[in-house]
């Protein structure tokens, strides 16, 4: 059984209808990839996931049920959480207060605080520091580290490498490998070199549909391919 199975899911913003007929099963363990050119749908397929946006028709099942009519909060409860494109954290907030405020208690577990301090050492370094003084690629670390302190079965995240130095986009390559060891993520990219370094299973969204779907390896081995759906050089 898969992990998450998106089945004819439509998506309509408004008056405008945003996904058609969106369909794809996201095993468990390891990284999804969505690629796709902009504006294809990749954002809206996250949030609809999400239940920011409510698909209808079509559906959302994790684990076997069906989340489709679940509010937001309902579906973290379940175990996914979502980094957005714009981070979603507190300017305000100190690096560990924007961790707590992830929890559900109001406190977190110092073995999983260690885990990520291992991957994110800048986060160790800046606990006390409010989050809007932070670089844009330890604002990504904070992002990601506020999804992955409690336990989680899955972790959408959206354009993570976006406007950041090769450096840091290399360092959270590596920690995204460590953290798919445990958590499957979903991931949306642009950076097909950062995507195709990581990804296992793909799908490729254009125009509000699936146009493709496959092993990474074999997408990465199809420059035609890569392309007609990406426009990637051949």
Do not use: C
């Not at 945003?18 to 996250?46: Q, W």
């Not at 079509?58 to 981070?87: C, W």
């Not at 409010?130 to 354009?159: F, H, N, T, Y």
């Amino acid at each position: 059984m898969s992990l998450l199975s998106i089945r004819n899911m439509k998506t309509d913003i408004g008056q405008y209808a945003v996904l058609h007929d969106i369909s794809f099963e996201v095993p468990e363990g390891g990284v999804f990839v969505l690629l796709g050119r902009n504006g294809a749908g990749k954002t809206t397929t996250l949030r609809s996931i999400m239940g920011l946006w409510t698909p209808s028709p079509g559906s959302v099942q994790f684990r076997g049920e069906d989340i489709s009519a679940l509010h937001t909060a309902e579906i973290a409860r379940k175990g996914i959480a979502y980094v957005p494109e714009n981070m979603g954290i507190f300017g305000t907030l100190t690096v560990d207060e924007n961790l707590i405020l992830a929890t559900s208690n109001g406190r977190f577990d110092p073995a999983r605080l260690a885990r990520i301090h291992a991957l994110f050492p800048a986060l160790e370094r800046f606990r006390d520091k409010q989050a809007w003084s932070l670089s844009g690629g330890q604002k990504q670390m904070l992002s990601v580290a506020r999804a992955i302190i409690e336990p989680r079965a899955l972790i959408l995240i959206d354009e993570p490498t976006k406007g950041l130095a090769p450096a840091i986009v290399d360092a959270m390559a590596e920690a995204f490998r460590e953290i798919a060891q445990t958590t499957t993520i979903l991931l949306v990219e642009q950076n097909f070199a950062f995507a195709k370094s990581l990804g296992r299973d793909m799908a490729v969204i254009d125009d509000g549909r699936v146009a493709h779907t496959g092993t990474m390896a074999d997408f990465v081995a199809d420059t035609t391919l890569q392309h007609r759906l990406l426009s990637l050089s051949l």
